[in-house]
């Protein structure tokens, strides 16, 4: 197998309809992800921490060991940021029912027009016994004419 034989497969799965499909569909689905990141962080959070007492979920952490200077250098703290991963689950629920709701809506449009669809017209009916002895009578007097 050559170097073109493998190149000429490769190039005939990467442009098959499914994997150019899936590539859009992942390329979306970045941008929905960041879109709905945004929705999280900066329209569903403020309001929400606003109720909770003013705190904003991404600052929200423990702090395990503090800050501290040592011989003149300043040694960050040690936290563990609970908040932002408070920020991700918000964002991966609100992706997912997102994606439940599109899926949802995709399946109902699709049972739909199977619905719409005409159906396949039923087979015509086997001949009857006397349609077949009709049928051998004409063919007989068709043979002795």
């Given amino acids: 197998m050559g170097k073109s034989?493998?190149?000429?497969?490769?190039?005939?799965?990467?442009?098959k309809g499914n994997v150019v499909d899936m590539a859009v569909?992942?390329?979306i689905g970045g941008a929905f992800g960041k879109i709905v990141s945004s929705i999280?962080?900066?329209?569903i959070m403020?309001?929400?921490g606003l109720l909770i007492?003013?705190?904003?979920?991404?600052?929200?952490?423990?702090?395990?060991?503090p800050a501290e200077v040592v011989d003149g250098k300043e040694i960050a703290a040690v936290t563990l940021n609970y908040g932002?991963?408070?920020?991700?689950t918000f964002d991966f629920l609100i992706i997912a029912f997102s994606i439940f709701?599109?899926?949802?809506l995709l399946t109902k449009l699709t049972e739909k027009r199977k619905a719409e669809a005409p159906a396949v017209?039923?087979?015509?009916?086997?001949?009857?016994?006397?349609?077949?002895?009709?049928?051998?009578?004409?063919?007989?007097l068709k043979e002795k004419k």
Avoid: C, H, Y
Avoid at 84 to 88: D, K, P, S, T, V
């Fill in 40 to 43: 999280v962080a900066d329209v």
């Fill in 46 to 48: 403020p309001p929400l």
């Fill in 84 to 88: 932002n991963f408070l920020q991700a």
């Fill in 53 to 65: 007492g003013g705190v904003n979920f991404t600052d929200l952490k423990w702090v395990m060991k």
């Fill in 121 to 140: 017209p039923p087979a015509p009916p086997a001949p009857s016994k006397e349609e077949l002895l009709l049928t051998e009578i004409r063919d007989i």
């Fill in 101 to 104: 709701m599109f899926i949802k």
């Fill in 5 to 15: 034989s493998f190149l000429q497969e490769f190039k005939a799965f990467a442009m």
């Fill in 25 to 27: 569909g992942v390329i």
